[in-house]
Structure formats: C-alpha cells, structure tokens
C-alpha cells in the first residue's frame, strides 16, 4: 500500500442521528469509494470529546479529488450528510510524512 494522501474529516452528528445510522450510511458509501483504483481504505472514528473521524488514504491526489467531484452525486452521500452537522465540519488533506501498513497475513 502506498499512501500518498490522507483525507481527514473530522464532524459532529446532527441532532437525532445516531452512531447506527452513521455506521450503516459510511458502509453505503464505500461502493463509491471502490469505483476509484486510487482509493486504499477508510476508518471511521468517535473520538473521546464526541467528535467523529472519518479518514480515506488516497494513492494520489488526482484520484482524491476526482472522488470528490463526484460525491455530492452519488445516491448514497446524502443520507451520510445528513446526519452531519453541517458547522462542524473540518476537513485536512495531506501527504503523510511516513506510512506503513502491517502485512498482516504474513504474521
């Protein structure tokens, strides 16, 4: 795996939407995702202050931002917007310093 960009957002739920809901409309969207070859993983966090993190490692920036063009079109983004609160939105894309991937199947 070669990352060459991370795409960091980092949100609060709207009122009434819960962690369920969030987690299945994140799963929805990953057939989006993989309509991009550039597009590596995605995790999706609660951090301890209630904030949530949603982070995409990218194999380039081209693909990123092509992924991005597209999203608002895809049928399944605007029900994970929803349950976004629109104002807390921050988003950091970056090339990492340094990324390594456990070979996990070699362990």
């Known amino acids: 795996m070669n990352i060459q960009m991370i ?3 980092i949100f609060q ?9 969030l987690a ?5 969207l990953e057939a989006y995702f993989l309509t991009f070859p550039g597009y590596l993983g995605r995790a999706l ?6 904030n949530w993190v949603d982070q995409i ?12 063009a597209g999203f608002r079109d895809h049928p ?3 029900p994970y917007m929803a349950l976004v609160k629109p104002e ?18 070699a362990a």
């Open 7 to 9: 795409e960091t957002v």
């Open 13 to 21: 739920l709207a009122e009434g939407a819960t962690e369920t809901d």
């Open 45 to 50: 966090y609660k951090r301890e202050d209630g």
């Open 76 to 78: 399944a983004a605007a």
């Open 57 to 68: 490692s990218w194999a380039d920036q081209a693909t990123m931002e092509a992924c991005d």
């Open 24 to 28: 299945a409309r994140a799963q929805d």
């Open 88 to 105: 807390s939105v921050i988003m950091h894309r970056t090339p990492p310093i340094f990324a390594k991937a456990a070979d996990l199947e």
